[in-house]
């Protein structure tokens, strides 16, 4: 690529941001999408845009966003939320600070180098145009210019390692505050208790938790709740939600008619059968109230019948002390370790209560399984997409779907079809990998959501990496000069050396793209705002159903922080070697902790909190990265013969005795809770019963049945606890 | 080795155990010998020999020893004790179950196997003699009779993971039932705290530790002991105890000496100069009471010093509760893990108080210090060997002590000294490597006895197998044909086919010689019996001074247990390739478990009770021997150029998943105590301040100083539990 083509590309990505930064001002300026632009204020209960829309200058977010404290992202969004930013500015100090550096010292020395272009000038004019001239590629082999890329090396690493222990130390400090926070969470007051051994003679499950955990813990032993199997229930429970959903959207109908049309209003019908269309038509109010009371009497049967008899061998386990829950979790309770396992229990929202009864033995094979199709996916991510090329190939479809005969035999549709048919299907494959991976973490047995989030988005980094990086990179340089490689087995390395620079003008390209028109789309929000508005307009008829419409969601860190893994990685892996990338990673990360700012602040609503789990994950990735910039470099410098590269040894050495001692210092207080933490006051003596009931999932909660046919499978207050 | 000269060898080994037999027989029942041979039993209070020595017939002790019942041996030796007899016994019937099924169907078929002979008679008449005949070096290559010896080695990894698995199971009851007794157990109640940070302005050590667990455990906190540095205390306290132990002998022999000499008896005298050789000529009885005089004030001086100037930033707290010891020993307290740092707490007696102030990094560090030493030892361990050598050669040994100048120059003399000194000096570098293996295990940092001893067993296990047996089976037979290999490379696994069924005789002769000789030395206790007889006669004068020298020590696991595993390794690996060392190892671990029976019960006397903590790293070195052979028999397979090797691989691989599933389902009540286990009633209410008092070292005991002045150190009863 040369300098021409990059700038027109780089001018491209500009004017489609610049023009989605207008669109952005000029629609949120509207009140009339103030659900779109600030649900997460609307749904806190804040006055949406303070100051009024009119006072509004273009900026005005940007001054917004730059000015809020870690304390409102953390009232507005959380810790996780939280973490993420810090994530964001730990990455951004890296690349500042390194850029002080590198950028002054390291592009002249390059542009001045004369060496390399004389002696290429012959033979590959394109090669080298004026913007490798700013790399290392510009640099001769045995130069003693190398001496600065290489002090160069050191400089990011110790950066990167300065910056990760003061965010480590950071971001351990906010979950501690987090945790010890005077407020009642019930999530500290349970434990999650699996693998409980089958039932002895004569007991029940209650019987069974209740007594072994009243032996262990006489005096904060609150209750326990049987885990038990919801499929059913839950089943006939969403039946009976979305036969109130429709009750009521009928009643709006009705009512609207009312006023639009004659004042005694339609009353509005539908048909009995298939998605509606076909069968007899009936009045939709009497029908789905008719249906509501036949389904409830079935549902509260079907309760009643799963407290008392698809309890399973798992359960929640209530104390009434933060310090006694937060030690039983950590504490080895029974003598055989796959019996009476114990975990802290996530928040109620977080629960995934199929996957609590798994067996110990169960969950670990599925794990190594998963890992194993994980593992397979990434060096095999051709087959899969293959296969789904083979699926969709003309024939096999008109084969599935004769119906598209006639369509595919016309010459023009089959060429486009047939060009294109592939790329979708590797473009739908890839949509459809975070979603995949998201199964696959669940499918392991993991009981949380945010454990499961964060397991997917471990699988989606070392996808990117793997496959994106140094697929590219290395993959892409190497396999296209195969034959070479096979005549004389050194020149594999100077490929590498001269591919790297030449593939930096790649990868600036493809994160100003990201940055520019990634963050464009993410502020502005278009695509949100049209499926909006379009729904209201054609579809929502309560405001339940409005609601629905504009529900933000949450960050989704599941694949935005594996993205912006990759976008580490690649800056970090060029940093050096092409110190020009620095300034585009420092604007992706500014513009994105800017951005996020705003989205965190207004639009996004978490939908769990860790307390930062994900953090130790984050910096674990980010060292992994910072070891693999030094391989690369390592080899690179080897590329260039240049004989002090053993220099660079002791810096990877360093980089894993950095894990290390950061994995022994902090680890295991993001994975369990410190008792000095728990043993901080509370503002107010727990309602053992509020924290209690806040675990019964929604299709079990029921008004009518009273506590005494609960007792089936949610124990019985402990009588030496129940006056606390 | 032919078969006449492995005859020999066996039978003079025989010959030698059976005098050892019948001086043990003649010995034990003589009743001046028993503190030598019941020593064990004394101290419990018991009669030595019960039915009295006359009664006694040449081969009752074998009796009592067979008939002694698990619970015999866990009441006179201890939960450790048992777990050495459940490991003897585990590999006994691994060795008894293989050998049913592999001697009667392998040795006919390796017997009747004709084609490897017939091949290699016109070559070499040596390789094969009547031994290796019954080895699967008969066996042709390619030969269908392989079929036999792949089945025998899955049979043989079948009966191991069995008899494993019993084993481990067997083995954690034993724990359990040992930490569910209703005994109070002064370990129970306490846990180490070590890393303990800075002490905040204004606060005494004594304030920090007590406000820290109080307002962590308000309930059942007891008492804190903060650890000092009692290195001053400790040489004065010893010099104390010597003086007295002084005092008691002058006594003694005053004593002595009014009965055989003149009534009014001889004073003793020494010298106070160096080694009681030169100096003043002074009276002893008064010279040693006034040097006792002159120490008690000043050691009651460093006493009260220690306790308040020399507290450590470590302690050992104490719970009124063996429920929230055992929890409290697993959680984490503290948001950074490397201050609060907390274990359970050994025994009293096992405690290495230096060890417990060491931090936490500088412990990471020793470890890993430790770790590279031994793994240097281990593989050039005929470094330090030279080195010792060149350091005893006779030029160097007349530098430094120029006194054997004359003898040294003696050609006769000369001669001998220079073809034995690098030979002594590697046997006793070998006999040192427990005690350098035991130091630098306590290097590491581990804070009790009994983790020390199990850490240097590791360490010796890796050297014995690594050096002993791949030394002399691979090593040798590879290194003396070194240029053959060179030449072909294939040829060196046809080396090692040849080299594995030659070894085996030698391995053999081994084992019987370890056998027949090492157990009759153990069981006719003739070193000790000699030492303590001349001891008696010669030195001893008091009481104390005779219990000190017939104290029987332990059964000493640190070198015992890696000498069985190295023959558990042997037989195993040649299990299959010469089923003849299956009955040597019968025998071995049969004796064994019977005169280590005897020596349980009667002799030795344990020094620290672990509650059987080894038990997952003899688990461990089994399965690690037992992988090591199914990877000798892939090998040996591939060597013998059997295409069927490959169906061993799902073997190796099993035996890795088996160890999973044993370090997932057991270990970690190995590591923790199970609040289960811990939660069994107790038959008293815990004597806290008598658990209190197990833990203050003797050299800081003194009745004199009450509890106002230990208070510094010493922290004060909490209020809340001071009545319990």
Redesign the interface.
């Known amino acids: 690529m040369d300098l021409s083509s990059f700038v027109t590309s780089l001018t491209t990505s500009f004017l489609i941001f610049l023009v989605l930064m207008l669109l952005f001002t000029w629609l949120s300026g509207r009140p009339g999408n103030k659900f779109i632009y600030f649900p997460n204020r609307i749904l806190k209960g804040f006055d949406p845009v303070e100051g009024g829309y009119a006072s509004r200058n273009p900026f005005s977010w940007a001054y917004e966003a730059f000015s809020s404290t870690e304390q409102d992202i953390i009232a507005l969004s959380g810790v996780d939320t939280a973490v993420y930013f810090v994530f964001l500015s730990t990455v951004l100090g890296i690349l500042v600070f390194s850029g002080v550096l590198l950028l002054p010292v390291l592009l002249p020395v390059a542009a001045t180098d004369k060496s390399v272009k004389t002696a290429n000038s012959t033979t590959s004019n394109n090669t080298f145009n004026d913007l490798d001239k700013l790399s290392m590629g510009n640099i001769g082999e045995k130069s003693n210019r190398l001496w600065a890329f290489l002090i160069g090396t050191y400089w990011v690493s110790f950066v990167t390692y300065y910056m990760l222990w003061k965010a480590y130390k950071h971001v351990?400090e906010l979950r501690?505050n987090a945790l010890e926070s005077p407020e009642v969470k019930p999530e500290q007051f349970a434990i999650l208790v699996r693998d409980i051994p089958d039932l002895p003679e004569g007991q029940t499950r209650k019987e069974q938790i209740d007594s072994?955990f009243k032996?262990?813990?006489p005096?904060t032993f609150y209750r326990s709740m049987v885990v038990t199997n919801n499929k059913v229930v839950n089943k006939i429970y969403e039946e009976l939600e979305g036969y109130k959903k429709k009750l009521a959207r009928a009643e709006a109908i009705y009512a609207d008619s009312k006023s639009t049309g004659k004042p005694e209003g339609t009353r509005p019908t539908n048909k009995t059968g298939f998605l509606g269309l076909v069968g007899e038509k009936v009045d939709s109010i009497d029908y789905y109230n008719e249906k509501i009371n036949e389904i409830i009497p079935r549902w509260e049967a079907e309760q009643k019948v799963t407290l008392r008899e698809k309890q399973q061998g798992a359960a929640i386990v209530f104390f009434t002390s933060r310090?006694t829950a937060?030690?039983?979790a950590?504490?080895?309770?029974?003598?055989?370790?796959?019996t009476?396992t114990v975990i802290d229990a996530p928040e109620p929202r977080q629960l995934i209560w199929p996957n609590f009864s798994l067996k110990?033995?169960d969950r670990?094979i599925r794990q190594n399984v998963v890992y194993v199709i994980v593992a397979l996916t990434i060096f095999f991510y051709m087959i899969p997409i293959g296969f789904i090329s083979a699926f969709t190939t003309l024939e096999n479809l008109k084969k599935l779907l004769p119906f598209l005969k006639s369509i595919i035999n016309q010459p023009e549709v089959r060429t486009i079809l047939e060009a294109y048919l592939p790329q979708i299907a590797l473009i739908v494959f890839l949509a459809m990998l975070p979603k995949l991976l998201l199964f696959l973490s669940k499918s392991e047995g993991i009981p949380s959501k945010s454990l499961i989030e964060r397991a997917a988005s471990g699988k989606y980094f070392y996808f990117s990496v793997l496959n994106v990086f140094i697929g590219v990179t290395v993959g892409g340089t190497l396999f296209t000069t195969f034959k070479t490689i096979q005549k004389s087995p050194d020149s594999a390395i100077t490929i590498l050396a001269n591919g790297l620079p030449a593939n930096a003008t790649f990868f600036l390209t493809y994160v100003a793209l990201k940055f520019f028109v990634g963050y464009g789309l993410e502020l502005s929000r278009i695509v949100p705002l049209i499926i909006f508005h379009l729904k209201k307009k054609y579809l929502c008829k309560t405001e339940a159903e409005v609601k629905e419409a504009w529900k933000p969601g949450d960050l989704g860190y599941a694949t935005k922080v594996p993205s912006d893994m990759l976008i580490v990685t690649i800056v970090l892996c060029y940093s050096v070697i092409a110190p020009l990338i620095i300034p585009f990673g420092v604007v992706y990360f500014g513009l994105g902790w800017l951005i996020h700012r705003n989205q965190a602040l207004k639009v996004y609503v978490p939908s769990y909190e860790s307390y930062g789990r994900m953090w130790p994950h984050m910096q674990a990735r980010i060292l992994a990265s910072l070891v693999l910039y030094q391989l690369t470099m390592f080899g690179y410098f080897g590329a260039k013969k240049f004989p002090y590269a053993v220099i660079l040894i002791p810096g990877i050495v360093f980089s894993l005795v950095f894990a290390y001692?950061c994995k022994?210092?902090?680890?295991?207080?993001f994975h369990?809770?410190?008792?000095?933490?728990a043993?901080e006051e509370l503002k107010e003596t727990p309602n053992m019963e509020r924290i209690f009931r806040a675990y019964i999932p929604p299709s079990l909660r029921n008004e009518k049945i009273d506590d005494d046919q609960f007792e089936d499978a949610l124990s019985q207050v402990s009588r030496s606890s129940s006056n606390v």
Request: proline letters at 0%; zero cysteines; aromatic letters at 22%.
């Open positions: 351990s501690a072994y032996s262990i813990y005096e310090v937060a030690s039983a950590q504490s080895l309770h029974a003598q055989m370790m796959d009476w110990f033995f670990q001692v022994q210092k902090f680890y295991r207080f369990d809770t410190a008792l000095e933490v043993a």
